[in-house]
Antibody, heavy 122, light 112 residues
Framework: EVQLLESGGGLIQPGGSLRLSCAAS????????MSWVRQVPGEGLEWVSGMNYNGGRIYYADSVKGRFTISRDNSKNTLYLQMDNLSAEDTAIYYC???????????????WGQGTLVTISS | DIVMTQTPLSSPVTLGQPASISCRSS???????????LSWLHQRPGQPPRPLIY???NRFSGVPDRFSGSGAGTDFTLTISRVEAEDVGVYYCVQATEFPRTFGQGTKVEIK
C-alpha cells in the first residue's frame, strides 16, 4: 500500500524557515518523480515544486522560486521541502504527491499524503 | 505555463440527475510519450484530494462507474451520470503533461 506521510508543519513567524518531510512507502520511491502541492484552506490547489527520480531535474512555481528548495534522499525514501523567508501568503496545507515514472509511463499524481499545515503568523 | 480553465465554478445539482464539468487547457496536453496526462480529482472538506480519473477517461480503482471522463487535445469533460449525496465537494482538473503541473480553479458541486 502506498503511503505518504508529511511532517514538519507548524506555526512560524514571517521571515522564518521550516523544513517539511515526506516519508514514502509502498512503492519504489527512487524511481518516481515527486511533487509538493499546497492549498490555502478554503481555496484551490497550487503546485509548488517537483523533482525527478534522482534529483537531476527540479522545478518550482514562480511564487516560491528562490525561497523554497526541494530535495530527496532515496536511501531514506524521503522527500523534503526547505522553505525560507516565509510570508503570510505561504500559509497553507502542504501535500506530498507521488508523481511520474518515465520508464514505466506511470500515472502522475496518483497518491496524495494527508498534508501538513504551515501557518505563518506573528 | 499551461493554464487550466474549469467551468462552471459552481454546480447545484439534483440528486439522481447528471452533472458535467468542463476543463480547457491553454495548449495541447499530449505528452512526448503519446499519452495525455489529464486527471480529475475530488475533494471533500477536510480531506486531501482523491484522484478519480487519469489520462482523460480512466477511472482509478474503487471509483464508481457513474464517473466518466472524456475529451481530447485541449477540451475535457468530467461527467457524473447520476449524482449521489457523497459526490458533493470540489472537483479539480490537473495536467501532468509538463512541469509546472497546473490545476483548474475547482468546481464546487452541491445538492439543490
Amino acid at each position: 500500500e502506498v503511503q505518504l506521510l508529511e511532517s514538519g508543519g507548524g506555526l512560524i513567524q514571517p521571515g522564518g524557515s521550516l523544513r517539511l518531510s515526506c516519508a514514502a512507502s509502498g512503492f519504489s520511491f527512487s524511481s518516481y518523480a515527486m511533487s509538493w502541492v499546497r492549498q490555502v484552506p478554503g481555496e484551490g490547489l497550487e503546485w509548488v515544486s517537483g523533482m525527478n527520480y534522482n534529483g537531476g531535474r527540479i522545478y518550482y512555481a514562480d511564487s516560491v522560486k528562490g525561497r523554497f528548495t526541494i530535495s530527496r534522499d532515496n536511501s531514506k525514501n524521503t522527500l523534503y521541502l526547505q522553505m525560507d523567508n516565509l510570508s503570510a501568503e505561504d500559509t497553507a496545507i502542504y501535500y506530498c504527491v507521488k508523481d511520474y515514472n518515465a520508464q514505466v509511463r506511470s500515472i502522475p499524481l496518483d497518491y496524495w499524503g494527508q498534508g501538513t499545515l504551515v501557518t505563518i503568523s506573528s | 505555463d499551461i493554464v487550466m480553465t474549469q467551468t462552471p465554478l459552481s454546480s447545484p445539482v439534483t440528486l439522481g440527475q447528471p452533472a458535467s464539468i468542463s476543463c480547457r487547457s491553454s495548449q495541447s496536453l499530449i505528452h512526448s510519450d503519446g499519452n495525455t496526462y489529464l486527471s480529475w480529482l475530488h475533494q471533500r472538506p477536510g480531506q486531501p484530494p482523491r484522484p478519480l480519473i487519469y489520462k482523460i477517461s480512466n477511472r482509478f480503482s474503487g471509483v464508481p462507474d457513474r464517473f466518466s471522463g472524456s475529451g481530447a487535445g485541449t477540451d475535457f469533460t468530467l461527467t457524473i451520470s447520476r449524482v449521489e449525496a457523497e459526490d458533493v465537494g470540489v472537483y479539480y482538473c490537473v495536467q501532468a503533461t509538463e512541469f509546472p503541473r497546473t490545476f483548474g480553479q475547482g468546481t464546487k458541486v452541491e445538492i439543490k
